[in-house]
């Protein structure tokens, strides 16, 4: 059984930063790709970022350039760090994984996070 643990929210003021963690454990895969999301209230979850097993990463175009997504393969984990955040940046957001290495940015994926609350305030 995959489990997503996703860490690192919180609240914030407008132009602040924050850095996501998200934590694969419970089994082993060889190749995978990984994908950030986020839902605010009354809104429809929304993809952030994604990061192949090769290393190349997508963005939606609200965070290009201000989030960043990146991976450690020996600790299993990916990373989203958040610059410049907007009070439109709030939602919870989702960490999610595929076991295949080159799944398209916006999924399909097949685990996912719990999520965590990012709140920022203007």
């Known amino acids: 059984q995959v489990q997503l643990t996703e860490s690192g929210g919180g609240m914030v003021q407008a132009g602040g930063s924050l850095r996501l963690s998200c934590a694969i454990s419970g089994r082993t895969f060889s190749r995978y790709a990984m994908g950030w999301f986020r839902q605010a209230p009354g809104l429809e979850r929304e993809f952030v970022a994604a990061i192949r097993w090769s290393g190349v990463t997508y963005y939606a175009d609200s965070v290009k350039g201000r989030f960043t997504i990146s991976r450690d393969n020996a600790l299993n984990t990916v990373f989203l760090q958040m610059n410049s955040l907007k009070p439109e940046d709030t939602a919870v957001y989702y960490c999610?994984?595929?076991?295949?290495?080159?799944?398209?940015?916006?999924?399909?994926?097949?685990?996912w996070g719990q999520g965590t609350q990012v709140t920022v305030s203007s």
């Open positions: 999610a994984v595929d076991g295949y290495a080159a799944t398209p940015p916006k999924g399909p994926y097949d685990y």
